[in-house]
């Protein structure tokens, strides 16, 4: 029994450290100079190069890799806000509202989510083009402002978090719909709001075909402007590693202080789908 | 007081609307209308430039059937998401039931096979570019020492194939651990204690009571799997990067059909004939859903 339990652990220790690796080797590659890079046998601790490779990425003028960290904690913010405002008013309405057709909404809903609609990307591009949106931040905040998997979310939440009476009782107050949303039900639905704000916020920070389709040079995003540093006419790897350890540092900050609630979300997702 | 009373009623019955409108407005104007609209575009010689040359009818689609290139971006395509969601299921299955033993310091093990899910697929590609390099990449020095000779990793197809699907693994075995850990947590613990007092092994119990407890989980992972796995794109392009990243290796050898399509649009300038590719690929989505779900439910279940 005993070896069978530390066996257990060998394996989890073995699958963190392949979990890891690669972002460490990010960081060793982000560190060193170009020509440590291709040395044999590869380097493979950290060296001293880090900070002057992360001065190359921002000076970079190609690039533009400080507006491209700024224009994604933007898109991804605004994005995240509208998300979980919309999803909580949706979502209370599902749950605790009654309402003509509301099965065949919920149920429209929860198609959405199993409906690849990024291959609709030829007329997005055309419908953003006529609304003079393409090239802009707009192009790739907007349709992201509403989301059905949150809409999902925050009606389960919502569902067991609000008594009934609670509602009820709120009306016999004479209190509208509005005001019970804004004074008692988003209140309640503050657990889950964080949750889906991380999730959405995490989502929109790496989001890639779309913006790389879209986005003009002008207004890169971090993934947008990464795809750049590493697409050019030469390798330069230590600073295209220099950049992706920028572009990622963020999400890791975010997930090491997070992690509990993000893996809550991600495990009750896929146990309500 | 009355017409109070009228107008809290009036308002109760719009509010529900007013509160799912703004999902259904924005998702019907840049996800549903789009999607929609490109059956319409691909029925066009329809230019990026200059706009709608008129309608073709099916030609579009008489032509793809005899497009040598796209055959080959679905082959790929095909290929790498097959290599890489077999085993990738079968580890996230595995490390979900070692998860779901009692385990010291839970939260620090999930987060570490979560980690690479936080990585952005652009970084995934980039970074695993470098790992896979021909001849600085780690890989192949390893490779070197236990006197294997360098593998060209990009530039053949079932090498950049492998490469690809072992990124794609990376990112998301241990999200989908996470996930099928869920739905093994609320498996009644009493159906593993009787299997043991019967005298079944772990491989037993795993494959009699885990794997049918978990099989709605799986043919939900599995079909999110698909969704993805069928538009591949952001890895393939940024593991072959250069100028011409879009092309998938120097004779296409791992393009996918996303990258064939976006390729097609914005490089050929053909938005009529990459509708087409876009139609297509949401059939096979379709089609490959259909026949995950088909599979999957030969799983015995428990009663």
Known sequence: MRSRNSLLYV???????????????????????????????????????????????????????????????????????????????????????????????????????????????????????????????????????????????????????????????????????????????????????????????????????WPYLTLDSDHPTVQVALSRLSSGYYADQSLIMAGTFIGTLPLVVVFIVFGRQIIGGIMEGGLKA | MRIRDRLTKAEARVAPYAFVSPFFVVFAIFGLFPLVYTLWVSLHDWSLLAGDQGFVGLANYRELMKDSDFWRALTNTIGIFVLATVPQLILATVLAQVLNTRLRARTFWRMGVLLPNVTSVAAVGIIFGLIFARDYGIVNWALGEIGVGPVDWQGHRWSSWLAISIMVDWRWTGYNALILLASLQSVPKELYEAARIDGASAWRQFWSITVPMLRPTIIFVSIVATIGGIQLFTEPLLFGSGVNAIAGGSTGQFQTVAMYLVQQAFTGQRFGYASTVAWVLFLLIAFFAVINVALLRRIKSVD
Do not use: H
């Open chain 1, 11 to 209: 394996g989890l220790v073995a699958t963190v450290l392949l979990s890891a690796a690669p972002l460490y080797f990010m960081l060793v590659m982000a560190s060193r100079t170009n020509d440590e890079i291709v040395s044999l046998p590869p380097p493979l601790s950290l060296g001293a190069e880090l900070f002057p490779n992360l001065d190359r990425v921002f000076d970079n003028p190609d690039v533009l890799f400080g507006q491209a960290l700024v224009n994604s904690l933007l898109v991804a913010s605004v994005a995240t806000v509208c998300v979980v405002v919309t999803s909580s008013l949706a979502g209370f309405a599902f749950a605790k509202l009654k309402f003509k057709g509301r099965n065949a909404l919920l149920l429209f809903v929860i198609g959405t989510m199993m409906v690849p609609v990024q291959l609709g990307l030829i007329p997005l591009y055309m419908l953003m083009t006529k609304l003079g949106l393409n090239g802009g931040l707009e192009s790739v905040t907007l349709p992201f402002v509403v989301a059905g998997f949150g809409v999902f979310m925050m009606r389960q939440f919502a569902q067991q978090a609000i008594p009934d009476e609670m509602i009820e009782a709120a009306r016999m107050d004479g209190a509208s719909t509005f005001r019970i949303f804004f004074s008692i039900v988003f209140p309640a639905l503050r657990p889950a709001a964080a949750v889906l704000g991380l999730l959405t916020f995490m989502e929109r920070w790496n989001d890639f075909l």
